[in-house]
């Protein structure tokens, strides 16, 4: 039985889906009618550097089709064999649209390089410098609402898309300016200005490729919407810290998340579980986030010397330039344990310091037995996290 919950996802993946198809339609008309307008033009004008802004268009007109593919297929529902959803296959979608601006930037520095030494004349007119002025004007317009849909939807494909109509643009005015010394000063800068054009196109690939493997691989997610869910967190009264908030990304807007809260250790599992419910609603509806797993550090509320204990012990951890946060302190003192977990900088040796923090927790309290668990800083920390 579908929750709402489910029914707001399912109808969110539908719109987002609709939206992309939209904007990449109206790229691909809009690329292959330039594509068009500048061939004419290139192949009756003889210019190298007007038909390879065309080829250039056309490649963009192939990314935005494969986009429309990418979020089709991403927008399909989770299923028994894929319960994550195919959110993912986006990603896939951003490599190929990637692959194909690179083919189309080396092809163009190869052709471009062959004319720097077997030259032609290019026979530009009134007429042709008019339609590739038009054509700026378009891919300008273009680049800018693609890109800004692209950001809205969540679509690194349109993103890079829209970048690379914006690059287009800027191609396409030093065809423009080529063209425009020609018929004052007849000379031509048609191969040379192909080279330029072929770089930039590879450079774009490059990049476009370079973001899309960070979204495979596993980046560090941005800042604010770590800090957005803690501070969400943070709001309810039985919260004393938010930690180890992990964020798994499936697909463009498709996060599932994770994270450790400090309560009070008498609260009950009962209360846990009614906080962790509230949380769960909450963040979803604030974030679109869905919080799978909530773990507990117990706080230290009824004992004034387990809490002397940990402000030593924290000054001491932290004292250390590698040592980012200390939290999950819990000492039994009639146990004689302590427990606690610290976020430690990329930067150390890990083991080195594990051995360092041991000796120094164990010089302080010789007759506790030590739980120290070495944590991985997964979002960026600051001032307000220690």
Do not use: C
């Not at 941005?222 to 798994?248: A, C, H, T, W």
């Not at 309560?263 to 769960?280: A, G, W």
């Not at 819990?330 to 083991?351: G, I, Q």
Request: no cysteine; glycine share 4%; hydrophobic share 45%.
């Amino acid at each position: 039985m579908k929750t709402s919950k489910d029914n707001d996802v399912l109808s969110t993946i539908m719109q987002r889906e609709k939206s992309i198809v939209k904007v990449s339609v109206i790229s691909i008309v809009a690329n292959f009618l330039l594509a068009g307008f500048k061939a004419a033009v290139g192949f009756f004008a003889n210019s190298i550097a007007v038909i390879l802004d065309a080829v250039n268009n056309l490649s963009d007109a192939l990314s935005s089709v494969v986009t429309i593919i990418g979020a089709k297929l991403g927008a399909k529902l989770p299923d028994k064999k894929h319960p994550m959803g195919y959110g993912r296959i986006e990603y896939i979608s951003s490599m190929v649209v990637a692959a194909i601006v690179l083919y189309a930037g080396i092809t163009s520095l190869v052709e471009s390089i062959k004319k720097i030494f077997h030259p032609s004349k290019p026979e530009y007119n009134m007429i042709s410098i008019v339609i590739i002025s038009v054509a700026v004007v378009v891919k300008l317009l273009l680049g800018k609402y693609v890109k800004k849909q692209g950001t809205k939807l969540n679509s690194s494909a349109l993103v890079a898309s829209g970048s690379d109509a914006l690059f287009d643009a800027i191609l396409s005015t030093s065809v423009l300016a080529s063209a425009i010394i020609y018929l004052i000063w007849k000379i031509s800068l048609e191969a040379y200005v192909g080279v330029i054009i072929s770089v930039f196109i590879i450079k774009a690939g490059l990049e476009i490729m370079k973001d899309t493997l960070d979204d495979v691989i596993g980046k560090r997610e941005n800042p604010e919407v770590s800090r957005k869910i803690k501070e969400l967190i943070m709001q309810e009264p039985e919260v004393k810290g938010v930690y180890d908030l992990i964020l798994f990304n499936y697909g463009p807007n498709k996060y599932y998340s994770s994270v450790h809260l400090e309560l009070p250790d008498t609260m009950t599992v009962d209360e846990v579980d009614i906080l962790t419910r509230r949380l769960q609603i909450r963040i979803y509806k604030e974030s679109g986030i869905i919080l799978t797993g909530v773990g507990v550090y117990s706080f230290n509320t009824q004992n004034e010397e387990a809490a002397k204990i940990r402000d030593t012990i924290q000054n001491t951890i932290l004292s250390h330039e590698w040592a980012l946060q200390m939290h999950g302190f819990y000492a039994n003192t009639e146990e004689k344990t302590l427990r606690f977990d610290v976020v430690l900088s990329f930067d150390v040796d890990r083991k080195k310091a594990f051995k360092i923090m041991m000796q120094e927790v164990k010089s302080l309290y010789p007759d506790y037995k030590l739980e120290i668990l070495p944590d991985i800083d997964f979002t960026d920390l600051d001032s307000s996290d220690l």
